[in-house]
């Protein structure tokens, strides 16, 4: 095995915080360091110096997606804190139905992984609309930094103990069998969202229209403070007045930095 150095960690640490935002810290090189080595043994590097100076020259990007894949975190389950479902279907779509004159609303699913929580935001809508769904634009913009769980994501295939947890009149209506062990989701319901990759890290954000609703669970964890707070001034300036921000119960934001206003654990509203 080829161990990473402290010099070396704290090179790998500085530029995935800088580049993408994630802090790895200081407890997590062992992690690092197995997650990395079958990128050295396939390429014959010495160290991570040498893989270091690939990834710098590498101008297809392809070294860095691989690296993103390797030591980012993407585990996720359908109905993850669910209560921030019951709140979308009791009162944010109930606000928005007698708001938006248009029908069309604007979600975005930021760091959405494998695409357990967009499907899941498209099911709990469809139901919500019921016949009406079809009168209104409710598509959802899924992005995430990896291409490996965008994948996975896009094809809409779980497995039979993933789907458990989802009500029986859901996999009636929205998954279809593929094997005894395997469902994929509908086209009805898969069309209503669409996967792109996306650095959370960027300086602006390129999106022409707001957002009435973002969902971003799980990921500012990842980040250290200064990230988080650049990152939640993005969201507040790229919603609507009276959109919401989500984020993991286990997340909060700084109440005398944001221009947020908090409703309840992990909501949190523009005014």
Not at 60 to 83: A, M, P, Q, V, W
Not at 242 to 265: C, D, M, Q, W
Request: net charge positive.
């Amino acid at each position: 095995m080829i161990n990473i150095s402290e010099k070396e960690y704290k090179q790998l640490v500085d530029f995935i915080r800088l580049n993408f935002g994630i802090n790895l810290g200081t407890k997590k090189q062992s992690l690092v360091n197995g997650r990395l080595q079958n990128i050295l043994m396939e390429n014959n590097f010495n160290n991570f110096t040498e893989y270091f100076k690939y990834i710098y020259n590498d101008s297809t990007g392809k070294s860095i997606e691989e690296l993103i894949n390797k030591i980012s975190t993407n585990h996720t389950y359908f109905l993850r804190e669910i209560d921030h479902f019951y709140f979308l279907r009791d009162n944010i779509l109930p606000y928005l139905l007698q708001t938006i004159k248009n029908r069309d609303i604007h979600i975005w699913s930021a760091g959405c992984s494998s695409g357990e929580e967009p499907y899941t935001l498209a099911m709990v809508i469809d139901e919500f609309f019921g016949k009406a769904k079809v009168f209104w634009d409710t598509k959802i913009l899924a992005t995430d930094i990896s291409n490996e769980v965008l994948e996975i994501a896009v094809r809409g295939e779980y497995s039979d103990e993933s789907i458990e947890v989802l009500p029986e009149s859901w996999k009636k209506r929205y998954l279809k069998s593929l094997d005894n062990n395997n469902f994929m989701f509908t086209d009805r319901i898969k069309n209503e969202i669409i996967f792109r990759k996306f650095n959370l890290m960027r300086n602006t954000f390129p999106f022409k229209r707001k957002f009435h609703l973002i969902f971003c669970r799980n990921v500012m964890i990842y980040f250290d403070s200064e990230t988080r707070d650049n990152l939640v001034n993005k969201f507040y300036d790229c919603l609507e007045v009276g959109g919401y921000l989500i984020i993991s119960h286990s997340e909060a934001l700084n109440r005398e930095k944001t221009k947020f206003k908090y409703v309840r654990p992990g909501v949190y509203r523009k005014e």
